[in-house]
């Protein structure tokens, strides 16, 4: 199992486009990937859009990813890097 802290540092937040790009990285990999909001005490699954859309993260957020499977050190970093990166959106 990893964990990496990460920010959203888009100015939207994680909306509805950014948490569909997300979804779609995620799915690409076989491991468990969870998004936790540990300051809101929330956890979305990171394949599921209403999971992702109900931790409302903003802007400055921190989140912590926990990835647990047999591909979980390329998922953490292909879903950290667009967290990191701002979905594309920068």
Do not use: Q, W, Y
Not at 77 to 90: K, N, Q, R, S, Y
């Amino acid at each position: 199992m990893l964990e990496r802290e990460i920010c959203i540092v888009n100015p939207l937040g994680l909306h509805a486009r950014a948490a569909a790009k997300l979804v779609r990285l995620a799915r690409t990999f076989s491991s468990k990937i969870l998004i936790e909001h540990r300051d809101a005490n929330a956890t979305a699954n990171a394949k599921s859009m209403l999971s992702i859309l109900a931790i409302a993260a903003g802007m400055g957020t921190r989140l912590f990813l926990v990835v647990d499977g047999p591909d979980e050190e390329a998922a953490i970093t292909a879903v950290g890097d667009l967290i990191a990166t701002g979905f594309g959106e920068m």
